[in-house]
């Protein structure tokens, strides 16, 4: 091939010399001319590896190169390729290679051919460029007579779906990425690896994928969450053995949980939190079950018992130093009263767990009057017991031990609408915009935050 380049260019310049001699001259170094440059064409083809029934090869803003049609689209078994124009991005023309396709609804096959239309498909970049597909789409006649759909549009079921933008692969490679990072993070990143996609197509995909089927789980955990914060909570079950999820319930309700759980029977172990309405529903659902603690519930029960444990016992161990420093009458003096009328606590448990909050604060209390009647100013007794300065004040300027008071219900404009606002609820009723709404023609009540409050 090489030395057909040079034997070309040799007789290129031999012409040249003879061109200003004769007119005879002439017309032959154009004769010669016109060879080379139809050799010079040839050897671009060939460099380039055109077909032969390929034409077109150099266009404005872009040129066509033949290639195996494997490089761009995984399977085009049943299409041809008639154009492919590489610039910016990368667009290939397809059409169908049958001359005939098969009604959507019968099946009956047809060829007569009542319009065409071109479709614009998204594919997976090539080298970091986007690809296009311009599809040739053709109407046919359907030839069934008692067929409900007389014209139809042909099917390809190997590279998109009827009325879809994307091909098949690239839905794939967008819900993947959707399961990983969401919708938001991962707009963002099909952005820089030229993948289309907003983050509302992202999360439509993943909501429309087909879940795997659950076997019978054996291993289950069971916890809440909110559909809106301490007003509307749903249920969320998981295989802990294959660590996935398994369903979703619309509340935690009894009846909804153990209803779920009559289904399962090859539940086994459940693991829960310290609700007592989910042991409630596993005991009427499961009762075969055996209900244990998840890690994290363990570990804040054995953080609250040793906290509440720990504040009683530094309280006493300091009350036993300071009976033995401090006079009778004095101790009389700092013996706080217990607040009468309290609300007795719903469980042993929360009565341990308040006794320790309040004797540890009576064990600050009482450190904080003894630094004070050494000397020390707010700030250094703060600094060495752990709380504010305002708080000491206040301490301070009582005079004694200050008792955990009862918090008030701060008063609400729906309170003269109470009896109505029960009445509501006891009918069914837990739309708390349109409560606002029928309350707004009685009154002013506000915002609609109070139907929250």
Not at 21 to 29: G, K, L, N, Y
Not at 62 to 74: D, H, K, Q, V
Not at 125 to 151: D, M
Not at 403 to 432: F, K, M, Q, T
Request: with cysteine.
């Amino acid at each position: 091939m090489s030395g057909g380049v040079e034997a070309l260019f040799v007789t290129f310049q031999q012409a040249a010399n003879l061109l200003a001699q004769s007119t005879t001259q002439r017309s032959v170094f154009c004769l010669l001319l016109a060879v080379m440059l139809c050799f010079s064409r040839r050897l671009a083809a060939a460099k380039c590896g055109r077909l032969k029934n390929k034409t077109n090869f150099f266009e404005q803003d872009s040129f066509l190169i033949s290639f195996e049609p494997m490089t761009i689209l995984p399977d085009l078994s049943d299409l041809v390729i008639e154009q492919v124009s590489i610039s910016n991005d990368v667009t290939v023309t397809v059409r169908a290679a049958s001359p005939t396709a098969p009604c959507p609804c019968c099946g009956t096959s047809s060829k007569r051919v009542q319009s065409r239309y071109t479709r614009a498909l998204r594919d997976l970049p090539a080298s970091g460029r986007p690809v296009h597909l311009v599809l040739q789409v053709r109407r046919f006649f359907c030839e069934e007579n008692t067929c409900v759909r007389k014209i139809f549009a042909e099917r390809f079921p190997a590279l998109t779906l009827p009325r879809v933008k994307f091909t098949l692969r690239l839905q794939e490679a967008l819900r993947e990425v959707g399961f990983a990072l969401g919708g938001e993070a991962g707009a963002r990143l099909g952005k820089q690896l030229s993948i289309p996609g907003s983050p509302d197509t992202l999360l439509r995909l993943v909501k429309g994928a087909d879940l795997p089927a659950a076997a019978s789980p054996r291993v289950v955990g069971i916890d809440d969450w909110s559909w809106k914060r301490r007003l509307r909570y749903g249920t969320l079950i998981c295989d802990l053995e294959n660590n996935t999820p398994i369903d979703v319930l619309p509340d935690r309700e009894v009846e909804t949980v153990s209803a779920w759980f009559e289904k399962h029977p090859t539940v086994e172990i459940v693991s829960r939190d310290r609700s007592s309405q989910y042991a409630a529903a596993i005991r009427k659902g499961a009762p075969q079950a055996l209900q244990v603690a998840d890690l994290w519930h363990i570990g804040k029960n054995l953080a609250d018992s040793v906290s509440a444990l720990l504040a009683r016992c530094r309280a006493e161990i300091r009350r036993g130093l300071h009976v033995q420093a401090e006079p009778s009458q004095e101790r009389e003096e700092m013996e706080p009263v217990p607040e009468e009328g309290r609300r007795p606590a719903r469980s042993r448990s929360v009565e341990l767990a308040r006794e320790g909050r309040r004797a540890q604060k009576l064990d600050r209390y009482t450190q904080v009057v003894e630094l004070h009647r050494r000397g020390l100013r707010a700030a250094g007794i703060a600094s060495r017991v752990g709380i504010g300065e305002r708080t000491i004040h206040r301490w301070l300027a009582s005079g004694s031990f200050p008792e955990a008071r009862r918090r008030r219900r701060r008063p609400s404009l729906i309170d003269p609408y109470e009896r109505y606002v029960r009445e509501w609820w006891h009918e069914g009723n837990r739309n708390g915009l349109q409560l606002y709404r029928e309350l707004t023609t009685r009154g002013d009540i506000g915002s609609s935050k109070a139907m929250y409050n």
